[in-house]
């Protein structure tokens, strides 16, 4: 009899001190919204490492985790109710601490006791809990040393246009490229008319 095939983990590498891992989630089922390949998230951050959403991998994804292991992490973050996922495996094999929601739906609760975050608190490696604007109880991720925001899920990307999960304009708009718009052109300090009054304030 033949084993059943594991589901394969991808690594990717973001920045230094951040890599995500990608694999197909357990649950998913064809029309619920959402793609079958999902992400987590590690980052390291001030001697701290942090698992983000994590989901994890079969034993048997031996790459997945000798990485893990080699930087064992300290604190495990739920980042909106329904993103539960593996807190608890997490928690529980690295004795990290956990963070999450005040609120999670009654059929998927943890049973590791997390501390609530909320827009403002500030976690472990000095990430940030922002407001993400939808009223969802998703809660991003400022991670200072990268300068980088982290979602759960408000941020998608179907067919490879940037989105707003679940929100009045989903259907219809999209997010541009990120890019900066071009500067204007320099002009040298004499070509500005003189003005009367004080300086304006610099910020």
């Known amino acids: 009899m033949k084993a059943a095939p594991q589901p ?3 690594l990717r590498d973001v920045a230094p001190g ?13 029309g619920q919204g959402w793609e079958p390949i999902v992400g987590c998230t590690c980052v390291e951050s001030r001697g701290e490492t942090l698992v983000l959403d994590p989901l994890a991998p ?5 790459e997945f985790w000798k990485r ?7 604190a495990v973050v739920v980042l909106k109710p329904d993103h539960v996922r593996d807190v608890d495996l997490f928690a529980r094999r690295y004795n990290a601490r956990a963070f999450g929601p005040r609120l999670f739906f009654r059929e998927d609760i943890p049973k590791t006791d997390p501390q609530f975050i909320e827009p403002g608190s500030q976690l472990p490696g000095g990430l940030v809990a922002l407001y993400d604007g939808r009223g ?3 809660t991003p991720l400022w991670l200072p040393e990268q300068r980088t925001i982290i979602f759960a899920d408000a ?6 246009e940037l989105r707003v999960w679940a929100s009045p ?8 490229r990120a890019a900066r718009p071009p500067r204007p052109p320099v002009r040298a300090r ?7 009054g004080p300086h304006p304030r610099r910020l």
């Open 155 to 160: 941020l998608t990307a179907p067919g490879g």
């Open 190 to 196: 004499h070509r500005f008319p003189r003005r009367a």
């Open 18 to 30: 951040l890599w995500i891992w990608r694999l197909e989630h357990p649950h998913w089922k064809p």
């Open 58 to 62: 079969p034993e048997g994804a031996a």
């Open 8 to 10: 394969e983990v991808e």
């Open 169 to 176: 304009a989903h259907k219809e708009r999209a997010f541009a």
């Open 68 to 74: 893990l292991d080699a930087r064992p992490p300290t």
């Open 136 to 138: 969802r109880n998703e």
